[in-house]
């Protein structure tokens, strides 16, 4: 069993040719839905939007304290867009890049067997499989399974 977890860990490639990025991310394509009327909006013509025009989208009348939070985030969504329209807030193309790989695609199969079925004894050879430089996901995911298997056992021994 130790032997097929351990050939599992080592049997992890990168691909040869990276696919180009589509990153810079463009604050003209990312768009957000407005209200409960369904209208869309990109986050470049939210930033320079005038509130009377927003309530006509939301289909909502805001109060004054909702106008002045409006304008603060306006003014801070500004901040982060430059003036081609990129993003200089390294935080948005980071959550966009995160919602394109998808949910499971960040899961280290290798290092949650590892916590699940050897508990501390897979992290710590989850520690001496990964390199200094290499995936440091194996790792937090053998401290995830780690974490489960205790729980679990914890519940049967209880």
Not at 14 to 33: D, G, L, Q
Not at 126 to 142: H, P
Request: aromatic share 10%.
């Amino acid at each position: 069993m130790l032997v097929a977890l351990c050939i599992t860990g080592y049997s992890y490639s990168k691909p040869t040719s990276v696919p180009e990025s589509r990153f810079p991310i463009n604050s003209r394509e990312v768009y957000i839905p407005i209200g409960q009327t369904g209208h869309l909006i990109s986050l470049m013509d939210l930033s320079q939007i005038s509130v009377k025009d927003f309530e006509k989208l939301s289909g909502k009348k805001m109060k004054f304290a909702d106008k002045v939070k409006f304008k603060v985030g306006q003014r801070e969504l500004r901040k982060k867009i430059n003036d081609d329209g990129t993003f200089n807030s390294k935080k948005f193309e980071n959550y966009f890049a995160a919602s394109e790989k998808g949910l499971l695609t960040g899961i280290s199969w290798a290092g949650l067997a590892l916590g699940l079925f050897l508990s501390l004894i897979g992290v710590l050879i989850a520690y001496l499989i990964t390199s200094k430089e290499g995936n440091r996901s194996m790792i937090k995911w053998a401290w995830i399974g780690a974490i489960i298997s205790l729980i679990v056992w914890g519940a049967i021994l209880i």
